[in-house]
């Protein structure tokens, strides 16, 4: 994932930060520093609000780590494992291999987290009750506001809309009733369109009110979650259109295959260009060695390209991400975006069979519609 950070691993699970994540630590925490703990505790010196709230900004988003991996350990348990979690500014996503097979599976995954963060507002909640007569000022206080924090993660996460974990709930619920699948995520979707729609009306009303800064942010929360609940309810009817197509139907066999010695210069001028192909397989005698893309040959300066060749900045075969002519469209697509490129190789046994690219999926896709088949 290029627009992240690697923090950490655990249980092989990769925690990553997107950037934004960054802006939101940094927020929070001038929060605290500037404005919740020393006007909640006025007793506090400066140096100690401040202490307090990079403390209690870490253990918020270490919380929400926590939180993540409840969902990830339990979609693990149920056969789906959970590769990366993503942390941003609004949270942290557990990204999911693949759907829930069962809706049985999904509710207990999405009921993970909550529970998690409910436990996590118990017991920080404990050291803020208990005062600051047995614990002391900053310890209660640290403990006061972390509770109260997972408290609200708990309660906003159990809203029933999508991609909330509630919205989750309500899916497998949904699902569970009807069988399908692809009417719970409509519902879910459309009722987590309408909570956002809420969320940006409450944010706009606040905005009126004078509350500019909490009244932006609010209504920012439900532009993000509308975008989620649309591209659930559009991801759902795409993987609909895909349905019974598979790699093979869409491939590309044609591909111009490169020798390895070729310059990139003489790939762009006299292959990538006069092709219109992004892609192209490297040759090493019978057997495919590598493949390169228009991406490799840009992270080379141009005015390298003259003197480097296509087999020192080609990808090698076997560590490429691959589908076999079978594979499911939908989980072609799915391999694509885990892998973070625009084509994948078919393969069978061993042997490259043809190429698979986005666009050419687009173009299958738009085919269809305008056809109406």
């Not at 780590?65 to 990830?72: C, G, N, Q, T």
């Not at 699948?181 to 606040?206: D, E, N, P, S, V």
């Amino acid at each position: 994932m290029r627009n992240s950070l690697l923090l950490a691993k655990i249980f092989g699970i990769e925690v990553r930060a997107d950037f934004s994540w960054f802006l939101g630590v940094g927020l929070v925490i001038w929060s605290l520093g500037g404005h919740y703990f020393p006007m909640t505790y006025p007793e506090l010196t400066g140096m100690d609000a401040w202490s307090l709230a990079v403390a209690a900004g870490v253990f918020a988003f270490v919380s929400i780590v926590i939180h993540e991996l409840a969902h990830s350990l339990v979609s693990y348990a149920t056969g789906n494992p959970v590769r990366v979690i993503v942390l941003h500014v609004f949270g942290g996503l557990a990204q999911l291999d693949r759907e829930p097979k069962r809706a049985r599976d999904e509710f207990l995954m999405a009921l993970a987290g909550p529970a998690t963060s409910l436990i996590l507002a118990l017991g920080f909640g404990a050291l803020g009750w208990a005062g600051p007569e047995r614990v002391g000022l900053k310890l209660a206080a640290f403990g006061r506001w972390l509770g109260m924090i997972n408290l609200v993660i708990a309660a906003f996460n159990m809203v029933p809309g999508f991609p909330l974990d509630g919205g989750r709930v309500l899916r497998s619920i949904v699902w569970g009733l009807t069988g399908s699948f692809k009417r719970a995520t409509q519902t879910a979707g459309i009722i987590g369109q309408i909570a956002a729609f809420a969320l940006i009306a409450l944010g706009i009303i606040q905005v009126f009110r004078g509350n500019w800064a909490d009244g932006l942010w609010i209504a920012f929360i439900g532009w993000f979650l509308h975008s989620a609940a649309g591209q659930a309810i559009a991801r759902v009817a795409l993987d609909d259109a895909l349905a019974g197509q598979t790699a093979a139907d869409v491939m590309m066999t044609d591909c111009p295959h490169v020798s390895p010695v070729l310059t990139l210069a003489k790939l762009v001028t006299d292959v990538a260009i006069p092709s219109g192909r992004r892609c192209f397989p490297v040759m090493g005698g019978d057997r495919v060695t590598g493949l390169i893309t228009l991406h490799e040959v840009i992270n080379v300066p141009r005015t390298e390209w003259p003197h480097t060749t296509v087999g020192s900045a080609m990808r090698l075969f076997k560590d490429l991400e691959t589908v076999a002519p079978e594979t499911p469209l939908a989980e072609v697509l799915a391999r694509m975006a885990k892998a973070d490129v625009a084509q994948i190789p078919v393969v069978q046994q061993g042997r490259l069979r043809g190429m698979v690219a986005r666009d050419r999926i687009l173009a299958f896709l738009q085919a269809r519609h305008e056809l109406g088949v």
